[in-house]
């Protein structure tokens, strides 16, 4: 049975409460979470004791986005290997939680594989559990380190594709602190935008049907004093049409060999707007999420979500927790096509920012060669 804890009012610590961390309370090490299903009404922690707990909370997206996914899947094992737990079955289960990020199989096979190295090499388990743990912290730090590095190189990219500032960034779905170690991906590079004073708007679509953009996405803006406006996904045509889009702005849950972008859903319609009124398409992501292994877009498996979550106008909570039992917005019996991603080809994606820097044009030849330097560092 699946060990979550919400903690609020005076247990938690809202306002200094990162996406994730670890704790080690006597009572044992946690998994410490900002339930991003309650968000932005209330910030609540929610406390995972075993691997099963951060499973059910990856699958009703209180944790989510692809960064932080990995960085779960890598303290799930460590919590699992400190609690005693089969790390094999939790492993399998966490990575298995939801298909399309890359970044949680990834996150999961080093915690793995550090606690079977150092098992191998001692036959200890508490030596084991606590290798498990350093590559999850190393993980977590790396991925810091990882955003800053993006949304200092994604500013770069800015600056040379539309100089003179004043820049007005759509953005979907949301990539900021909320799924990184550090302030994000592609949020983060609005952010070093905002701060260097060259952002003169955010467009945030609201991002149908979890509502990432409005709830999140708006939230982590509001937070941080930028100036943001918030449409409906449908709205962004007539706002490119009107010439009042200079760069999309993007994060990834997998970048393909060939340079194809997975992404939420409503990310592909806005690749081809950009195209057709010749607005930059920008995607930011480290290079976790580029999968060497997944040579093109049509292999990427993409997560199909149920179909209440289109025919129902739900709580985000309700919605995201499984429940469905909101307000039918379609006759009763309707079925509905909910894929919870889509894929962009890499023609349509003027450039991909990395920690490593930016390739563009996107082909394979250039991201292997990115990757390739990154290993050598
Ligand atoms: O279904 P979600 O909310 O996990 O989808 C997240 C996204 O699509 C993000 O844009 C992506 O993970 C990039 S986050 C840096």
Redesign the pocket.
């Known amino acids: 049975m699946a060990d979550q804890q919400a903690r609020t009012g005076e247990d938690s610590k809202p306002t200094e409460t990162p996406a994730i961390r670890w704790e080690e309370p006597p009572e044992g090490p946690v998994l410490v979470l900002l339930d991003q299903t309650r968000l932005p009404a209330e910030e609540v922690e929610l406390v995972c004791t075993d691997a099963s707990a951060l499973v059910e909370a990856i699958r009703s997206?209180a944790v989510?986005?692809?960064?932080v996914?990995g960085i779960a899947g890598a303290y799930g094992v460590a919590l699992a290997a400190a609690r005693g737990f089969d790390v094999d079955e939790a492993a399998n289960a966490l990575a298995g939680a939801?298909p399309t990020?890359v970044n949680l199989g990834l996150g999961v096979r080093r915690a793995r594989a550090a606690h079977r190295a150092e098992f191998a090499r001692s036959g200890d388990e508490g030596r084991a559990a606590a290798a498990a743990l350093a590559a999850a912290r190393a993980l977590h730090e790396e991925d810091r380190a990882a955003s800053a590095r993006m949304a200092a190189h994604g500013l770069a990219l800015l600056g040379e594709l539309l100089p003179g500032g004043g820049h007005r960034i759509l953005t979907?779905?949301?990539?900021g602190a909320l799924?990184?170690g550090g302030e994000?991906?592609?949020f983060a590079v609005a952010l070093a935008a905002h701060r260097a004073g060259e952002l003169r708007r955010l467009w945030v679509d609201e991002t149908r049907p979890?509502l990432?953009g409005a709830r999140l996405t708006a939230y982590e803006a509001a937070r941080n004093g930028m100036a943001y406006t918030l449409l409906t996904d449908n709205a962004a045509g007539s706002l490119f049409a009107s010439g009042e889009v200079d760069a999309v702005l993007?994060?990834?849950?997998r970048i393909a060999a060939d340079g194809s972008v997975a992404?939420?859903v409503g990310s592909y319609p806005l690749a081809v707007l950009a195209r057709y009124h010749h607005v930059p398409f920008i995607v930011v992501?480290p290079l976790t999420t580029v999968d060497p292994q997944t040579p093109d877009g049509a292999s990427i498996e993409v997560e199909q979500r149920p179909g209440y979550e289109v025919t129902e106008i739900t709580s985000p909570q309700a919605a995201v927790a499984g429940a469905g039992g909101g307000i039918p917005v379609a006759p009763l019996g309707t079925q509905a096509y909910n894929p919870?991603?889509d894929v962009t080809p890499p023609e349509l994606v003027t450039a991909i920012v990395t920690e490593e820097g930016a390739v563009s044009p996107v082909t394979a030849e250039a991201l292997a060669e990115l990757c390739a330097r990154s290993r050598q560092v």
């Open positions: 997206l989510r986005g692809a960064p996914l939801r990020a979907h779905c949301n990539t799924v990184s994000g991906t592609a979890l990432q993007i994060g990834a849950d992404n939420k992501a919870a991603f």
